[in-house]
């Protein structure tokens, strides 16, 4: 076997994702629990991509390894970890009342040898959370991690579906949240209505982010959208265009509309291009 198909991409609770290699031949196929190196100690994940597509989402830096395939008593003990997940949760909601923080507890996390319990929240602001990190560390006597989210990343862990009715793409396969904008909206003649154009998060839909150049790519071969279009003597706007049927829309002034390749367009005579 290839060096390049032995990385394995491995997902943890709250759509957490990471590559590892598979220096031990284990063959692993997509689903299988597996453990593997962690910055300290032993963690539990599910394998979600293998061979060669994950070589493509691998960043820099070195990759950590893969253990061996989890055993029955290794998922007696990643379901033990769930349920001290829950109480924990309950202990640390109750502590963050009791120190009168302002943040808000998203999940908790505990890595499978118990080696550390991470408590993802999030805030308006920054938030000195260091007496409640003592107290937890008191209680829990492992090392205590509080990771500040943000409303992206919440949604991610919290996972659900989106408005297309799928799986969430930050929880189905985005490793990174890129930067999204409203302009991309408008580039795909999406309504600026909030309830559609936004995800769970509240924040615009990421879909609009990795779509964009593909409606751009097409609109190239387009004239300008709402320009002033003269053809076979009768003039109209271009106002609207079709990217899966590749055709735009033209409104006549004298009334009715008809649907025009790119071509059939070039052929007309185009006014009020900016």
Do not use: H
Not at 32 to 37: A, F, G, N, W
Not at 224 to 251: A, D, M, W, Y
Request: hydrophobic residues 35%; positive net charge; charged residues 30%.
């Amino acid at each position: 076997m290839g060096k390049s198909n032995k990385l394995v991409e491995v997902v943890f609770k709250g759509e957490r994702r990471a590559i590892y290699r598979d220096r031990n031949d284990l063959d692993i196929v997509e689903g299988e629990y597996v453990i593997v190196e962690a910055e300290r100690g032993l963690d539990l994940g599910k394998a979600s991509l293998v061979g060669s597509l994950v070589r493509l989402k691998r960043g820099k830096g070195e990759t950590r390894s893969i253990i061996r395939k989890a055993l029955p008593e290794d998922m007696d003990t990643y379901q033990k970890n769930k349920e001290k997940e829950s109480a924990a949760f309950n202990v640390c909601k109750d502590k963050i009342k009791d120190y009168n923080l302002e943040m808000k507890l998203v999940d908790v996390e505990i890595q499978f040898d118990g080696s550390k319990i991470t408590f993802y929240f999030t805030a308006a602001q920054r938030v000195d959370f260091r007496e409640l990190v003592k107290d937890l560390a008191s209680v829990y006597r492992t090392r205590i991690e509080l990771r500040q989210i943000g409303v992206r990343d919440e949604a991610k862990r919290i996972s659900g579906c989106g408005i297309c009715g799928r799986k969430q793409c930050c929880s189905a396969f985005l490793n990174e949240f890129e930067q999204i904008t409203t302009q991309m909206a408008k580039d795909q003649q999406l309504a600026l209505n909030p309830s559609k154009i936004s995800g769970n998060c509240g924040r615009l839909l990421c879909c609009m982010r990795f779509e964009n150049d593909t409606y751009l790519d097409i609109f190239k071969n387009f004239p300008p959208l709402n320009c002033r279009i003269t053809l076979n003597g009768k003039t109209g706007t271009l106002s609207f265009i079709n990217i899966f049927q590749e055709k735009g829309l033209v409104s006549y002034d004298e009334g009715g509309q008809e649907w025009l390749t790119p071509d059939e367009l070039r052929k007309g005579v185009i006014e009020n291009v900016t």
